[in-house]
């Protein structure tokens, strides 16, 4: 099982970037995996699950500017982000956890990918 995320880099504010989480090894099918973001002085946070079953679960609803969607037969999950502005400035990580239900958690995940650098700023 091996993760993988891409499409970091550096946007101004106000525009967007899709990350992509390229899972190896297994089958979406067994796992969910969720988008993370870890940034200084915020610790990680959670921004969605994508769960076995298709189901999305966002840590935060309210926020529609964040999108997870699946592509399953390439296996990758991707983050689509729009109207960034810096406070979104962190390091974007995908990570995977066998079984069923909302179980994307920040410390109880089976695999975590490198992570992505998002840096928005002018």
């Known amino acids: 099982l091996q993760l993988e995320e891409s499409g970091g880099g550096l946007v101004q504010p106000g525009g967007s970037l899709r990350l992509a989480c390229t899972v190896s090894?297994?089958?979406?099918?067994?796992?969910?995996v969720g988008w993370f973001r870890e940034a200084p002085g915020r610790g990680r946070e959670l921004i969605s699950c994508?769960?076995?079953?298709?189901?999305?679960y966002y840590q935060d609803p309210e926020n529609s500017r964040f999108t997870t969607s699946v592509h399953q037969p390439g296996n990758t999950v991707y983050l689509q982000m729009n109207s960034l502005n810096p406070e979104d400035t962190g390091t974007y990580i995908c990570?995977?956890?066998?079984?069923?239900?909302?179980?994307?958690?920040?410390?109880?995940?089976?695999?975590w990918g490198k992570g992505s650098l998002v840096t928005v700023s002018s």
């Open positions: 990570a995977a956890r066998m079984g069923s239900g909302n179980i994307c958690r920040t410390h109880a995940m089976d695999l």
């Open positions: 090894g297994v089958s979406l099918d067994y796992y969910a």
């Open positions: 994508l769960m076995r079953d298709g189901q999305i």
